[in-house]
């Protein structure tokens, strides 16, 4: 079946524009989280949707991060006036239900490089 | 709060020797414990996972873990290593009595298996 798919799979930007990274999510799966993983380092958290609850916005960096998904479904990640600290691979991830011991399910990522 | 870490960045085995990847976490409560595979350039695929019960825990590809209570570690574990076991590996933990719905990644163990 389907797996979890992001696009574009590569952005390069220039400092200071607004980018735009795509989710879509494992049919059926309410839950989709977002990650961010720097060069060397492990997964960060970003936000977290379950179903029409509100989001967990926690991980959030700065107000220039912003999130949305829509219908349940596909999730759009903004990040506007990107900083080159900005420059990382965002993952995508879904799971099925409530449980929080289900397993995610990532996509392939999109790797952010902003110059 | 949750947390794990990975002592070893990398660590380095030949061929049909067993091989060992170090995990240990720290939660407030009981904890559900991860491992996932990331490929170059792909996203993380999902092992295996310890909720409860038999402290063995099986996975994907021949690899299993031993959940240790008292030494709050998760090592990953198989008895003979392949040279496509070449990747690297995240240990990941989420706290069943908290609050946070995201799993939190250890910074990544970097496996190579020598031919």
Known sequence: GAGVSQSPSNKVTEKGKDVELRCDPISGHTALYWYRQSLGQGLEFLIYFQGNSAPDKSGLPSDRFSAERTGGSVSTLTIQRTQQEDSAVYLCASSSGLASYNEQFFGPGTRLTVL | ?115
Do not use: M
């Open chain 2, 1 to 115: 709060a949750q947390s794990v870490a990975q002592p070893e960045d990398q660590v380095n085995v030949a061929e049909g020797n067993p091989l060992t990847v170090k995990c240990t976490y720290s939660v407030s409560g009981n904890p559900y414990l991860f491992w996932y595979v990331q490929y170059p350039n792909r996203g993380l695929q999902f092992l295996l996972k310890y909720i409860t019960g038999d402290n063995l825990v099986k996975g994907s590809y021949g690899f299993e873990a031993e959940f240790n209570k008292s030494q709050t570690s998760f090592h990953l574990k198989k008895p003979s290593a392949l040279v496509s076991d070449s990747a690297l590996y995240f240990c990941a933990v989420r706290d069943w009595a908290g609050s946070a719905r995201q799993l939190t990644f250890g910074s990544g163990t970097q496996l190579t298996v020598l031919p």
